[in-house]
């Protein structure tokens, strides 16, 4: 059970949320129109914006998915090993990596390394949340829902010890004083 108590404040509504992912699946279905698109969604944060951005979208579209999990002691490092790899190939398809949150910016760009290795013909990114403020590394993110300050954030598909993926809204947890 999802505690309120635990919730400081409402960060976006689940009104703005559909909103914003209906027009980015637009933006990304006029850019992709005529070309084929394989989308890789990242677990287990952005399953729940992955399914939404692909109803949203009106391209021709695939999706896969991969897991990636920080070693002990490295978080937010960008030092990540993958756990759940691609089912596909993406060789010469364009890619348009899917991702909840970027803040240092160090685990998307391991990702697009490890992608680019596999030849695609493209790979953009599309992030629903850019916490900028925290951000190491500059990264090329093509489409992006919102900007956000640094705070934690929870729902829609992100966490907390496993909880509050289940919020339809996205919430900033209170710090444990």
């Not at 399953?47 to 579209?61: G, N, P």
């Not at 002691?73 to 090993?81: A, L, Y």
């Given at each position: 059970?999802?505690?309120?108590?635990?919730?400081?404040?409402?960060?976006?509504?689940?009104?703005?949320?559909?909103?914003?992912?209906?027009?980015?699946?637009?933006?990304?279905?006029?850019?992709?129109?005529?070309?084929?698109?394989?989308?890789?969604?990242?677990?287990?944060?952005?399953?729940?914006?992955?399914?939404?951005?692909?109803?949203?979208?009106?391209?021709s579209?695939?999706i896969?998915?991969?897991?990636?999990?920080?070693?002990?002691?490295?978080?937010?490092?960008?030092?990540?090993?993958?756990?759940?790899?691609?089912?596909?190939?993406?060789?010469?398809?364009?890619?348009?990596?899917?991702?909840?949150?970027?803040?240092?910016?160090?685990?998307?760009?391991?990702?697009?390394?490890?992608?680019?290795?596999?030849?695609?013909?493209?790979?953009?990114?599309?992030?629903?949340?850019?916490?900028?403020?925290?951000?190491?590394?500059?990264?090329?993110?093509?489409?992006?829902?919102?900007?956000?300050?640094?705070?934690?954030?929870v729902?829609?598909?992100?966490?907390?010890?496993?909880?509050?993926?289940?919020?339809?809204?996205?919430?900033?947890?209170?710090?444990?004083?």
């Amino acid at each position: 059970m999802t505690n309120e108590n635990d919730l400081e404040k409402a960060l976006i509504s689940q009104e703005r949320l559909q909103e914003r992912v209906s027009e980015l699946g637009r933006e990304i279905s006029q850019a992709y129109l005529d070309r084929d698109l394989a989308v890789i969604a990242i677990l287990k944060g952005s399953f729940i914006f992955a399914a939404d951005l692909l109803r949203a979208m009106t391209s021709s579209v695939t999706i896969d998915f991969m897991a990636i999990s920080s070693y002990p002691g490295q978080t937010s490092s960008g030092v990540v090993r993958i756990i759940k790899d691609l089912e596909e190939s993406i060789a010469g398809r364009n890619v348009l990596l899917v991702e909840d949150i970027i803040d240092t910016g160090l685990t998307a760009s391991y990702l697009l390394r490890v992608l680019k290795q596999r030849n695609p013909a493209s790979i953009e990114i599309c992030a629903l949340l850019d916490k900028s403020a925290r951000r190491i590394i500059d990264l090329p993110i093509a489409y992006r829902g919102f900007d956000i300050p640094d705070v934690f954030v929870v729902g829609y598909g992100m966490d907390y010890q496993q909880k509050y993926r289940n919020l339809p809204y996205i919430a900033v947890l209170r710090q444990k004083e």
